[in-house]
C-alpha cells in the first residue's frame, strides 16, 4: 500500500459543510484503490463547465487510470461508482447554497473534501478546480518532481478519510524562473504562473515603448538629459508631454493587439541616467526621491487603462519610495533587491537594513508589491550556492510586507546548482510560504534521488553550515574563488567530494538515479576547476613541473572533461550569465592552461597599494598581480579591479637588482563597464621616498570597436638598479556618454606585473 504525502497547508475551514455526504456512501469509512479490483471511479462536472473544471477532470482521468484497471468515466450526470469526485462550483453547489462562499476562493484557491467513497473538488474562477485536483493526486501518492518525472503510486491506494481543507494562495502570482518551471505542464501542476502568458510587457520596457534609434533624432527632448545633455542610451524625460503622448500611444497599440494579457510593465531601462531636467528634478526634490517622477507618470498611464495592471520598477536608483505620491490602485511596485546578501534571512541581516527600510516604505503606502528575487549565483550559474535556508523566511517576510507576486529568479538556461529541487521547493514556497524547508528538501531528495538522498543531505547541510559558521555573506555575482576562505575552503571541498562518492555508491546499480547524482554533482566539479585557476602549483593547482618545463596536472584535466561531458549530456547551455557553454568553458580552461608559470623579479613578492582594490573582485588577494600567472579573457577570475580608482601599485624587490622591463597585463569587457586604463606610468625608486618616471603610454585603442581582450603594456628602460618599482594606471573613473552606464562608475582590471 502507498502512504499518500501530506504536508502543511493554509486550511480555512469556511466550506466545512461539504464534509456531508451528497450522495450515498459505501459501506466501508476509507475507500480503497486497488489495481486488481474491478473498481468504477466516476468524475461528475457541471453542464457548462469551465476550463478549468474541465481540465480538473481531464488530469484525474488520465492519472486514475495509470493505477486502475479502466479508466475513470466523465460526466455531467451523476452515476452510481466505487468512487464519485464532484467538481464545482455546479448544480450541487447551488443546492447546498454555497455559491456566497465560492467567491472567497479568489481565482485559484479551492476546497478539497472526502467522505466516505466520495471526493468534492470546488474551485475558484480561474485554476482553483484545476489546483484542487493535482492536491487530490498528491494526497493519493502522485508527484511531479521534474517535467516527465512523476511518481504513480503502486499497490493499494488510500483515499484520506475524512479530509476538509480549504487552501487560498497569499501570493496570487507565482513564478519561479527555473527550466523546469517553464514546462506548461509541470507549472499547472505546482500552480506556477510565467510572465509569458500574463504579462504583456515584462520589464525594462521604456527603450521598446519609444526606442531612441527611431526617436532620438527627431525628439531627443523625449530622453534624459544627464549632466545638461540629451542621451539616447540612459531613461526617458517623464514630464515631456509628446512623450507621454507617444508612449501612451504605444502602449494602447500593445494592449489592444493582446487583450487578455493583464500585466503591462512601463519600466526604466536597466542603465542608469535617468533624467535631471528642471522638471524631473523638481518632482524628484518635492518627493525626496528619484521615483517621484516616475510614479507620478505611471499613475497618469494607469488612470487610462483601469482595468489593467501597469507596473513599474523600484530599481537602482528608482529604490526609494517617493515621500507624497501615492501609486494607483492597479500599479505594481516591482522591486528588484538585487545586493542582498543571501547567507542571512533579510528580516535579521544587519547589512540588509537600507532595503528593508525602502521595502516597508514601499509597503506603507501600497499593497500591490512585487519582489524580483535572485536565488542563483548568476556570475555562475553552475556553481554551489548554500542559500536554501533562507529562502522560506525571505518569502515570509516578504509576503508581510504586502508582496502579492513574486518572481523568483533562478537560472533561464537548462541546470544550475539543484535546479531540479530550488524549481519544486520554490513552488511549494511560493504556494504556501509557510512550508518547512527541512520537509521539502528531504520530500524531494527522496523522491528524485531514492537511496543517495542522506548523502546529498548531508552535504546540503555541510555547505550551509559552513557558510553560517564562517559569518560571510554570499552574494549573486560571487564566485567559487572568493568562497574559497568560507564554504569552499580546500579542506571542505574534500568532505564534499567524500558525500558525493557516498551518494553515487548508493546508487550505482541504478542508472538513472545514478545520473541525476552526476549532474548534482557539477558544481563541485566546478568549484575545483575555477579555484585551480588561482594557483600555479600544489594541491588543487594547475600544473606540475617535469623535466621538461611545466604541465598541466593530469586530475584538472580529467575533472575538466567530466564536467564538460556531464554538462553537455544534461543539456546545460550556459555556465555563466549569458556567455559560455559548456564547449566554450573547456576551450577557454585549455588556453588558461597555456600560461605557464611566469618567472620574473617580481614573482611570490607581495605588492603594496596606494588604493586598495575592490572587494568585490579579490581574486586571489594582493598576491594576484604577482603569483606568476596570467589572467585569463574573464574579469571574474585572476584580475584586481578598482571601480572609479586609479591604480597605483609598489613592489619592493627586497633588495637592488638591475631591471630593464616592466609590464602589465589590463582587461577590457565595455558591456561589464570594464575598460582599459587611459594612461599607465612606471617608476622606480632606491629607497621607497624619492620615485623618479621611467616611462609610460597612453591608451588609444576604440572601446566600442575592440570588445573583449587584454593587452600587455610594457615600458622598456635601460638597465636600471633599483629596489622598488611603481605602477600607476589612470582609469576614467566614469562610463562615457555613449556607454549604457553613462556617468556609473567605471572599472580598470590588472592582473601580473612583471618585473625583468
Known amino acids: ?54 481540465r480538473a477532470a481531464e488530469v484525474l482521468a488520465e492519472h486514475l487510470g495509470m493505477v486502475l484497471p479502466a479508466t475513470p468515466t466523465v460526466g455531467s450526470e451523476t452515476r452510481d461508482a466505487d468512487l464519485t469526485i464532484l467538481i464545482g462550483p455546479g448544480k450541487w453547489t447551488d ?56 511518481t504513480v503510486p503502486e499497490g493499494e491506494v488510500m483515499l484520506p478519510e475524512e479530509l476538509s481543507r480549504t487552501e487560498i494562495p497569499v501570493i496570487e502570482y507565482r513564478d519561479t524562473h527555473y527550466t523546469p518551471g517553464h514546462d506548461p505542464a509541470f507549472a499547472e501542476w505546482h500552480r506556477l504562473d510565467r510572465f509569458i502568458y500574463d504579462w504583456g510587457m515584462w520589464v525594462h520596457t521604456f527603450g521598446r515603448l519609444v526606442p531612441p534609434d527611431e526617436h532620438f533624432h527627431d525628439h531627443p527632448e523625449w530622453f534624459a538629459e544627464v549632466n545638461g545633455k540629451r542621451i539616447p542610451s540612459g531613461q526617458l524625460c517623464l514630464t515631456n508631454e509628446g512623450l507621454y503622448q507617444a508612449l501612451l500611444h504605444e502602449l494602447r497599440i500593445r494592449i489592444e493587439a493582446e487583450p487578455d494579457k493583464h500585466y503591462w510593465s512601463v519600466s526604466q531601462n536597466d542603465t542608469f541616467g535617468y533624467c535631471t531636467c528642471s522638471n524631473c528634478a523638481a518632482i524628484d526634490a518635492r518627493e525626496d526621491a528619484h521615483s517621484g517622477a516616475l510614479i507620478a507618470f505611471v499613475n497618469r498611464l494607469a488612470a487610462e487603462f483601469p482595468d489593467k495592471t501597469i507596473s513599474t520598477l523600484a530599481y537602482q536608483y528608482s529604490r526609494k519610495a517617493p515621500k507624497h505620491l501615492r501609486p494607483a490602485d492597479n500599479v505594481l511596485i516591482v522591486l528588484a533587491p538585487i545586493e542582498l546578501n543571501r547567507s542571512r534571512p533579510v528580516v535579521d541581516d544587519p547589512s540588509a537594513a537600507a532595503f528593508r527600510s525602502e521595502l516597508e516604505d514601499w509597503a506603507r503606502m501600497t499593497d500591490r508589491l512585487l519582489i524580483w528575487d535572485y536565488v542563483i549565483q548568476f556570475a555562475n550559474l553552475v556553481s554551489p550556492f548554500p542559500n536554501l535556508r533562507v529562502l522560506q523566511p525571505n518569502l515570509r517576510y516578504f509576503v508581510d510586507q504586502h508582496a502579492i507576486a513574486h518572481f523568483q529568479q533562478g537560472n533561464r538556461e537548462v541546470g544550475g546548482e539543484w535546479a531540479e529541487l530550488r524549481t519544486w521547493m520554490i513552488a511549494q514556497l511560493l504556494w504556501n510560504p509557510n512550508e518547512d524547508t527541512d520537509e521539502l528538501i528531504d520530500e524531494f531528495l527522496t523522491g528524485y534521488y531514492g537511496a543517495a538522498a542522506p548523502h546529498l543531505r548531508a552535504y546540503i547541510d555541510s555547505q550551509h553550515d559552513a557558510l553560517e559558521a564562517s559569518g560571510a555573506g554570499l552574494g549573486i555575482f560571487g564566485n567559487p574563488i572568493s568562497a574559497s576562505k568560507t564554504y569552499l575552503k580546500p579542506e571542505l571541498l574534500e568532505t564534499y567530494d567524500a558525500q558525493f562518492d557516498a551518494a553515487e555508491a548508493a546508487v550505482v546499480n541504478s542508472p538513472v538515479l545514478g545520473q541525476r547524482v552526476t549532474w548534482a554533482r557539477l558544481p563541485l566539479h566546478y568549484a575545483r576547476l575555477e579555484q585551480a585557476k588561482t594557483r600555479a602549483t600544489g594541491d588543487g593547482g594547475l600544473f606540475t613541473q617535469t623535466t621538461d618545463g611545466w604541465e598541466p596536472r593530469s586530475e584538472i584535466l580529467r575533472r575538466l572533461d567530466h564536467f564538460v561531458d556531464a554538462a553537455i549530456e544534461q543539456g546545460v547551455t550556459r555556465v555563466t550569465e549569458w556567455h ?88 577590457q569587457d565595455v558591456g561589464a563597464w570594464v575598460f582599459m586604463p587611459l594612461e599607465i606610468v612606471v617608476e622606480v625608486s632606491g629607497d621607497g621616498d624619492t620615485f623618479r618616471t621611467m616611462g609610460g603610454t597612453s591608451v588609444t585603442t576604440d572601446e566600442r570597436q575592440a570588445g573583449v581582450r587584454t593587452e600587455r603594456f610594457a615600458v622598456e628602460m635601460a638597465p636600471t638598479t633599483t629596489r622598488y618599482v611603481r605602477v600607476k594606471a589612470a582609469s576614467r573613473k566614469t562610463c562615457p556618454p555613449w556607454h549604457g552606464g553613462a556617468g556609473g562608475k567605471a572599472w580598470i582590471f590588472a592582473d601580473e606585473i612583471v618585473v625583468e
Open 1 to 54: 500500500m502507498t502512504a499518500p504525502k501530506h504536508r502543511y497547508r493554509i486550511a480555512l475551514p469556511i466550506i466545512a459543510v461539504l464534509t456531508l455526504s451528497l450522495y450515498a456512501c459505501k459501506e466501508s469509512d476509507m475507500f480503497v484503490l486497488s489495481p486488481g479490483a474491478a473498481q468504477q471511479v466516476h468524475i461528475t462536472v457541471p453542464t457548462a463547465a469551465s476550463p478549468s473544471q474541465t
Open 95 to 150: 443546492d447546498l447554497g454555497l455559491l456566497a462562499n465560492v467567491d472567497t476562493l479568489g481565482p485559484d484557491g479551492f476546497h478539497l473534501s472526502v467522505s466516505g467513497s466520495q471526493a468534492y473538488i470546488i474551485g475558484g474562477h480561474d485554476k482553483g478546480a484545476t489546483y484542487g485536483a493535482y492536491e487530490l493526486l498528491e494526497e493519493l501518492g502522485f508527484q511531479l518532481w521534474t517535467p516527465g518525472t512523476l
Open 580 to 667: 559560455t557553454t559548456p564547449a566554450e568553458y573547456r576551450e577557454r580552461y585549455y588556453e588558461v592552461l597555456k600560461r605557464v608559470p611566469i618567472e620574473h623579479l617580481a614573482a611570490g613578492i607581495e605588492p603594496q597599494f596606494s588604493v586598495p582594490f575592490s572587494p568585490k573582485y579579490p581574486a586571489d588577494g594582493a598576491m594576484t598581480l604577482t603569483d606568476g600567472l596570467r589572467g585569463p579573457v574573464d574579469y571574474r577570475y585572476g584580475w584586481l579591479g578598482w571601480e572609479g580608482q586609479d591604480m597605483e601599485v609598489t613592489v619592493d624587490l627586497g633588495d637592488a637588482q638591475s631591471v630593464q622591463r616592466v609590464s602589465v597585463d589590463f582587461l
